[in-house]
Nanobody, 118 residues
Framework: QVQLVESGGGLVQAGGSLRLSCAASGSIFSINAMGWYRQAPGKQRELVAAITSGGNTNYADSVKGRFTISRDGAKNTVYLQMNSLKFEDTAVYYC????????????WGQGTQVTVSS
């Protein structure tokens, strides 16, 4: 089992920055990748950024150059540094951990609200 706890969300003015954190616990040895998804009211959940156990990263086109995902293996924590925030970045941000065994399993945090004022 994997447990995920997000933190770092809040209210920020457009152009500002926030740093989200996701602390993983449990069977963390089995995690193949972690990422951040977001969901705004009336919109589908979308991938924001992901990082594999090998350190490879992927970003949504809408956040490239503005967001950076990183991880701290010693602390079992993944971060999302969000710079140059836009109003359209407003959403609930969810931490995701993917486990690949016999099947793919996804674990989700409870989400943290990011609100960007225009």
């Amino acid at each position: 089992q994997v447990q995920l706890v997000e933190s770092g969300g809040g209210l920020v003015q457009a152009g500002g920055s926030l740093r989200l954190s996701c602390a993983a616990s449990g069977s963390i040895f089995s995690i193949n990748a972690m990422g951040w998804y977001r969901q705004a009211p009336g919109k589908q959940r979308e991938l924001v950024a992901a990082i594999t156990s090998g350190g490879n990263t992927n970003y949504a086109d809408s956040v490239k150059g503005r967001f950076t995902i990183s991880r701290d293996g010693a602390k079992n924590t993944v971060y999302l540094q969000m710079n140059s925030l836009k109003f359209e970045d407003t959403a609930v941000y969810y931490c995701n951990a993917r486990v690949v065994a016999l099947i793919k399993l996804d674990y989700w945090g409870q989400g943290t609200q990011v609100t960007v004022s225009s």
